[in-house]
């Protein structure tokens, strides 16, 4: 009679830990519809080949061979699917806490409480607005064709890009550090099919930047004056106003700083 070891039960947790990361990167991305769709297209013919083995007169010798052929390739098929989901896992997991050695830790509260500022401002007149801070991974591609600047964070300034009629209005702004160093980006749209129908193209692309990146995004809804914000490729909304700067301090301390950037001193300075 076999005894229930401690070495048993360490690899029950590893094995559940590991299943509910795989899971829980992946419902929030395109991977999670097309894992569902596989695994009830698996079921299905599991199902029926079982059916067919035990009651079909002759055997299923040749769709035995076809699967025989097939089921050492599974992996790869596996690989190619989700490859776009693979590379981003990979990245998060590249620039996570437990592999990053030194980098950029220095917050900037100042420069938060100021967004912040003129967020609420830009809510309470209605007025769209798409911010993207960048922390880790670099936001440059996604900036390409945009506007660059390197202007310091006021809310004076904050407010100016995203006035309506203005031609940085419907772009989003890249935050790096105490600076903002491009408007008028355009970010990828989430390719998640379980979002709801509902949500404009500046939340569909707060997603989709957050899905990419380690970024933190934050939107303003245009139509009701709604802030949210977006991280990992989870959307939270709505915040409370009176809450935006720390829920927002909160997110960029999740993995990673709003960082200062060690050149924004030298370019205050020539200002």
Do not use: W
């Amino acid at each position: 009679m076999s005894t229930f070891r401690l070495t048993d039960a360490l690899e029950i947790i590893i094995l559940a830990a590991a299943i509910y990361g795989i899971l829980r990167f992946i419902r929030s991305t395109r991977g999670f519809g097309v894992l569902r769709g596989l695994f009830t297209f698996t079921a299905a013919v599991v199902i029926i080949i079982a059916l067919l083995d035990r009651y079909a007169p002759g055997g299923i010798d040749a769709i035995r061979y076809i699967l025989d052929a097939i089921i050492p390739f599974f992996a790869l098929i596996i690989v190619i699917l989700f490859q776009e989901e693979l590379r981003h896992g990979i990245s998060r997991f590249g620039h996570s806490g437990l592999l990053r050695f030194g980098g950029n830790t220095a917050e900037s509260p100042t420069e938060l409480a100021k967004v912040a500022t003129s967020v609420k401002r830009l809510a309470n007149q209605r007025v769209g607005a798409l911010i993207a801070f960048q922390r880790d991974v670099s936001l440059k591609p996604f900036s390409e064709g945009a506007v660059a600047l390197d202007l310091p964070i006021t809310s004076i300034m904050m407010e100016t890009i995203f006035f309506p009629g203005g031609p940085l209005h419907d772009g989003g702004v890249v935050v790096k550090g105490k600076r903002i160093t491009a408007a008028s980006c355009v970010f990828p749209l989430t390719a998640n099919p379980e979002i709801a129908r509902r949500l404009g193209t500046r939340h569909r692309a707060a997603l989709g930047l957050s899905e990419r990146t380690d970024s933190v995004v934050l939107v303003v809804s245009e139509e009701t004056g709604e802030i949210a914000l977006a991280a990992d490729g989870e959307l939270h909304k709505p915040v409370a106003q009176d809450m935006l700067e720390k829920t927002l301090s909160e997110l960029l301390k999740t993995e990673s700083k709003f960082v200062e950037d060690p050149d924004a001193h030298a370019a205050e300075a020539k200002a």
